[in-house]
């Protein structure tokens, strides 16, 4: 059986090198003690070796309770142990993920507000964004706002979490519109102190910390 994304995911900051990859360990043991209980994992510029190194260290330290994915290297999937494999638009399509991961691991997709529904035809779920302005999508696609999260959430069959420039005063907008939880970049993980932004977002989404 599959399991989908808790109500707060958290992203690796993406930039991080084979110099640097294991500096990340640190602030999601600090986020994981404050309650996270999901980490995506997005670091186009790893080798896989170092990839697949740094997912099963990030495995161990969430234990199986937690949530885990990897973002694009669908087949390292089951190596690192996840609970997903996250695709988007320069990846496999979902039903080709499912080819190559199988039927117990979640494939997820990032979605656009431009996109064919039939895009996400065989995610499991979506993270749909950018809801606000965030320098990671800039010149690529528009903020949304919270009423094309709504319409996103009316037109997926899927449970979709937003994602894009979401502070934690807005993950409880996000929720009233429908969406299933939240997905955070820049605001967890490459934050001062991990452990207090998870606490603020918990907070706003009414859970309590496991």
Not at 135 to 153: H, I, M, N, Q, Y
Request: with cysteine; aromatic share 6%.
């Amino acid at each position: 059986m599959i399991r989908l994304p808790p109500p707060l995911v958290a992203l690796t900051p993406g930039d991080l090198s084979a110099e640097t990859a294991r500096t990340v360990l640190q602030p999601i043991g600090a986020a994981v003690r404050a309650g996270l209980a999901g980490i995506l994992l997005r670091e186009p510029s790893l080798p896989d070796r170092v990839f697949l190194d740094l997912a099963r260290e990030i495995r161990a330290l969430l234990g199986r309770e937690r949530w885990f994915a990897i973002h694009d290297r669908v087949h390292l999937a089951a190596a690192s142990g996840a609970d997903g494999a996250h695709v988007g638009f320069r990846s496999l399509a979902p039903a080709e993920a499912r080819g190559v991961v199988g039927e117990s691991i979640a494939v997820g997709f990032s979605a656009h507000a431009r996109d064919d529904a039939g895009r996400w035809d065989g995610a499991d779920y979506l993270f749909f964004g950018p809801v606000k302005d965030t320098p990671s999508k800039r010149g690529l696609e528009d903020a949304t706002g919270f009423d094309g999260l709504a319409a996103a959430v009316r037109r997926s069959a899927q449970p979709v979490w937003a994602i894009g420039g979401l502070a934690p005063e807005d993950a409880a907008s996000c929720r009233a519109v429908g969406a299933a939880g939240v997905a955070v970049l820049s605001r967890i993980l490459p934050s001062r102190s991990p452990g207090t932004a998870v606490a603020e977002y918990l907070a706003a989404l009414a859970i309590l910390p496991s």
